[in-house]
Nanobody, 123 residues
């Protein structure tokens, strides 16, 4: 059973960098063909895919967030990390990490999710 757990500060000040870590257990982040994503849900809105890091270490980002987003990994700890720079109150959301595979249509099919962590951007 794969488990994902997000961790990081719940409150970030505007203009600072948000940093979250997803710790994975029960499976390796280097296992072939899995993609490890960050997804967020602002209050009252739908899910927004932010980016992913592949089993190979390649990274992929949402075009709307690419200039502010960085995803990296520590294979020795089986963790991957999100950094979102220059945050504003509009970045307030529940942030999830998830494991997925590419479908035949080119999108991700997720099978495991973290429980999510609330991040509020406020001074």
């Amino acid at each position: 059973q794969v488990q994902l757990q997000e961790s990081g500060p719940g409150l970030v000040k505007p203009s600072q960098t948000l940093s979250l870590t997803c710790t994975v257990s029960g499976g390796s982040i280097t296992t072939n063909y899995y993609y490890w994503s960050w997804i967020r849900q602002p209050p009252g809105k739908g899910l927004e895919w932010m980016g992913a890091i592949a089993y190979s270490g390649s990274t992929y980002y949402s075009p709307s967030l690419k200039s502010r987003t960085s995803i990296s990994r520590d294979t020795s700890k089986n963790q991957f990390t999100l950094q979102l720079s220059s945050v504003t109150p509009e970045d307030t959301a529940v942030y999830y990490c998830a494991r997925g595979r590419l479908s035949g249509l080119g999108d991700y099919e997720y099978d495991y999710w973290g429980q999510g962590t609330q991040v509020t951007v406020s001074s």
